[in-house]
């Protein structure tokens, strides 16, 4: 099997794995990273998003070949429970979660367009997690949470 290296929350991984397994596949079952979960397998729900070089990106779909030497960055990878991170502090304060399966691909699209726009209005948020879906229909309380760690943000 050949090895696939690739940055993972910040820290060089290097893992023996057949290439066309996916990233979501990979980080479940042998990395132990879990945050990211099955949803529909087809990558259109956001359930197993991850952050790829910047972008929110399904890992269900995501061929192991596809992150070589890419920087791939997971709810895990966000903030820790000591220091968490802007917007899983907003998501806490603007009880923003319901059941809470879809929250880390809504935290990582968040945190996708906060990386690339450090203000956005609340019509590009609602845009950028437009294909996150949320069976608890927290989405607005979502979109306030959003709209506030953006504004802590930028005033840190």
């Known amino acids: 099997m050949p090895t696939i290296q690739f940055q993972l929350n910040g ?3 290097a893992v023996d794995t057949d290439p066309d397994r996916t ?3 990979l980080l479940r079952s042998r990395l132990g990273i879990t945050g990211a979960h099955f949803g529909c397998g087809a990558g259109e729900c956001g359930a197993c998003y991850v952050m790829v070089d910047g972008r929110a990106m399904a890992s269900c779909d995501m061929p192991m070949w596809s992150v070589a030497g890419k920087d791939v960055v997971t709810v ?5 429970m000591e220091q968490p991170h802007a917007l899983q502090r907003a998501f806490i304060s603007e009880q923003a979660m319901q059941c809470g399966y879809c929250v880390p691909g809504i935290l990582v699209s968040a945190a996708a367009l906060l990386k690339r726009n450090k203000s ?3 019509a590009e948020v609602r845009a950028a997690l437009d294909r996150n879906l949320c ?3 927290s989405h607005n309380r979502m979109v306030r ?3 506030r760690a953006a ?3 930028a005033t840190s």
Do not use: K, Y
């Open 11 to 13: 820290a060089a991984t």
């Open 23 to 25: 990233l979501l596949d």
């Open 76 to 80: 895990e990878g966000l903030g820790t």
């Open 120 to 122: 956005p209005t609340e």
């Open 135 to 137: 069976r608890c229909g």
């Open 145 to 147: 949470a959003v709209m």
């Open 151 to 153: 504004s802590e943000m």
